[in-house]
């Protein structure tokens, strides 16, 4: 069974065109299998979820037919289309079907190379049918059984214990998942416990011996992750580890997809699944991820198609969504990876959070293993800018760790432009007085600088260091929003002369004494902004500011001091010139470094002096 044909049930509202084209009727869905065709009319499947991606399983598996087998309790039509890599589309089967039936057709997995979908749709005859179940089969199965691959899955909470608990019920739910599963590790790092929620005890008897909780001090996103890593190495059972994020909503059908994948690629793979927004959940916020390496810095394999609406343009008004994407590495919200993988390569990287999915995918891919984002295979996930997270006390671990990130695997002498882009944003957040922004980075660069040593020692306290030093920052502190302050009126881009210019207005204005005494509330002469419009070319030009945070909780006053100003850029020069100065043997240190950093031994080692689950 490579790809079931489900429907949604329990999902976020509003994801039936994930499933089924330009549906606009769920009462038409009877459960998770069934979908009522009315009489005369068609039903498509070229959707998100239920269209088969040929072109992945051509260039990363061994399979090179793929059967679609497809039940009816009446007389219809079956329609099979295939696509190419610009998204044309041909009728390439047609079949009928005169009584309640099933019908089964071959299709080659061929003829794919740069990418392609299959998909199918269903024309009812005189009377309503009903679609009983649909799926795309290996038929080389029968002929030539394989032991079906397995997993355990890895979650990491903190705090939120009703989400995981929900996540777990989801899980235990679907029998066909579990029968892949061997473990399901909760690496539990809060000061609420994950086994006393009143949504826990359910899946815990349904998941019995399967289900290990693991309670241990925060160690991150890197320690929780690693310590499932290393588990599931330990247990010997498993062929891969599922990494999933505590907070994401999930279809469990396109999880097991993720082990199928896997068990059939033609070599070591990593399989992660794509992050659909949870806030508007028929949005697809990238095909894959990409890390540029002149610059260093994480992003869309297709910039212009980012954050793409599925409902409003499907899969067959989008020619781009036909092209193969290949990533240099998958983010741990969903990414399956093979154990030998782990044996070959090690760990994660002790980084806490932020960068170790992507330094993960580089060092696999260096190795030879690489990483396949699959499409039909996500998960719905808090998008980027429902947070702020590159500017608060997050802000530290982004820094630091895409430096050490480009250490260990830039191709750059001096790390390409990555270093003067770093001192270039500093100014940025420094003229929009986002201070505790500024300060939190520039430490980031003095720590990367003192080398890779202390990386494990500092997991369990670097996050309360870090949010200290933020503390002491004006800017940090959120407060309630003022009840009658309206927001600025949007005004779009200067165009890239009149940024520059700007920024050097904004650079010199600095330095003048402020006329505007600011406060915890908003005065007359304040910018009022929203989360969204506060970048840093609206933010120069003002003396102070009030910003919305992203969650809506509250606002937080930015207020203009040149001489916090003038102290902080001397300092983040001084220390972004020593980070260019020193990068060689930098790089040098941490390349060598990073084989005991990610060894099993050294991980066990720091689990054992945090202290292990009771």
Not at 293 to 301: C, D, I, L, N, S
Not at 336 to 350: F, T
Not at 371 to 395: C, E, M, N, Y
């Amino acid at each position: 069974m490579l790809q079931r044909v489900v429907l949604p049930v329990d999902a976020p509202v509003g994801v039936l065109p994930l499933y089924v084209e330009g549906a606009r009727s769920p009462e038409l869905v009877l459960d998770r299998r069934r979908h009522r065709v009315p009489a005369g009319q068609r039903v498509s499947f070229a959707t998100y979820v239920n269209a088969f991606p040929a072109s992945y399983w051509q260039h990363w598996t061994s399979v090179r037919q793929v059967c679609l087998a497809v039940e009816l309790d009446g007389p219809a039509t079956v329609e099979v289309f295939r696509t190419d890599a610009a998204g044309r589309a041909r009728r390439f089967r047609r079949m009928a079907l005169a009584a309640a039936g099933r019908l089964e057709v071959i299709l080659p997995v061929a003829g794919f190379s740069a990418g392609g979908w299959y998909w199918f749709e269903v024309v009812a005859a005189g009377s309503d049918v009903l679609l009983t179940s649909a799926a795309w089969t290996d038929p080389g199965a029968s002929a030539a059984p394989r032991e079906q691959p397995t997993a355990s899955i890895g979650v990491t909470t903190f705090d939120r214990v009703d989400s995981c608990a929900q996540l777990l019920a989801r899980i235990a739910e679907d029998d066909d998942l579990v029968a892949l599963l061997d473990h399901v590790y909760v690496v539990d790092q809060g000061t609420r416990r994950v086994v006393e929620s009143a949504a826990f005890s359910a899946p815990a008897a349904r998941l019995g011996d399967r289900l290990r909780v693991i309670e241990q001090p925060n160690l991150g996103g890197s320690g929780g992750f690693a310590r499932a890593q290393l588990e599931t190495l330990r247990a010997g059972r498993s062929d891969a580890v599922l990494l999933l994020d505590d907070d994401i909503a999930v279809d469990t059908e396109l999880l097991r997809r993720a082990i199928v994948f896997a068990g059939r690629c033609t070599r070591p793979t990593i399989v992660g699944g794509q992050m659909l927004a949870l806030s508007r959940p028929t949005e697809l916020h990238a095909m894959g991820e990409r890390v540029e390496r002149r610059r260093f810095h994480w992003g869309p394999v297709d910039p212009a198609h980012r954050d793409h609406d599925l409902a409003a343009v499907n899969l067959r008004d989008a020619p781009w969504l036909h092209r193969r994407e290949d990533v240099d590495y998958n983010g741990w919200w969903t990414c399956l990876i093979p154990v030998s993988v782990l044996a070959a390569v090690g760990l994660s990287m002790p980084l806490f959070l932020k960068w170790d999915d992507a330094e993960y995918g580089l060092r696999a891919g260096a190795a030879g293993h690489p990483t396949v984002t699959l499409p039909g295979v996500g998960v719905w996930h808090v998008p980027w800018w429902d947070k702020d997270d590159t500017i608060d006390w997050q802000a530290y671990f982004h820094q630091r760790n895409r430096v050490i990130t480009a250490l260990l695997h830039s191709p750059y002498s001096h790390g390409g432009a990555l270093v003067p882009e770093l001192m270039a944003h500093q100014v940025k957040h420094l003229g929009a007085m986002q201070y505790s922004t500024a300060e939190l980075r520039r430490q980031a660069v003095v720590d990367a600088l003192a080398g890779p040593e202390m990386l494990h020692q500092a997991l369990p306290t670097k996050q309360g260091e870090v949010r200290r030093l933020r503390a002491r920052f004006a800017d940090a502190q959120v407060r309630p929003a003022p009840a009658a302050a309206a927001l600025a009126t949007e005004r779009s881009r200067p165009s890239r002369p009149l940024l520059l210019l700007g920024a050097v207005r904004g650079a010199v204005r600095q330095l003048r004494p402020s006329t505007q005494p600011g406060g915890p509330d908003a005065g007359p002469n304040e910018l009022v902004l929203g989360h969204d419009q506060a970048y840093w070319w609206r933010l120069f030009r003002a003396d102070s500011a009030v910003v919305r945070t992203a969650d809506g909780s509250g606002v937080v006053h930015y207020r203009r001091d040149r001489r916090t100003f003038a102290g902080l850029l001397r300092c983040s020069a001084s220390a972004h010139r020593r980070l260019h100065r020193q990068w060689p043997g930098l790089a040098a240190r941490y390349r060598e470094a990073l084989p005991r950093l990610v060894s099993a031994a050294t991980w066990q080692q720091t689990f054992d002096s945090v202290g292990r689950d009771a």
